[in-house]
């Protein structure tokens, strides 16, 4: 399964909520019974350490569901910026397999509570 490529948005000080659903080559839902997923934010593809972690759950598995998640106290320790993400999936072998990528621009906030 060769990743997809997904650009994101993320506002500084709110929550971030995405749900992607995963297909099969032939087109049918990716069954993720077995599997657990993970998904981390840098600042570049070589920095040694994540930005932030979007917490991950697998929803529906039989339907590939994922939803990620970032709350607004973890958007709000994250400087403006452009970023690098992936999702990978991992299997009860401990294969892992990257499902998708992309830039994630983190958009300042001007209004804080």
Known sequence: MAAGYQELFIEQGSDYVTT?????VDGTPFDLSDYTGKSQIRKSYYSANSTAEFIIQITDPPAGTIFMKLDANTTSDIAAGRY?????IKDTANTVTRVLEGIVNVLPQVTRF
């Open 20 to 24: 992607i659903t995963l297909d099969d």
């Open 84 to 88: 690098v993400y992936d999702v990978a």
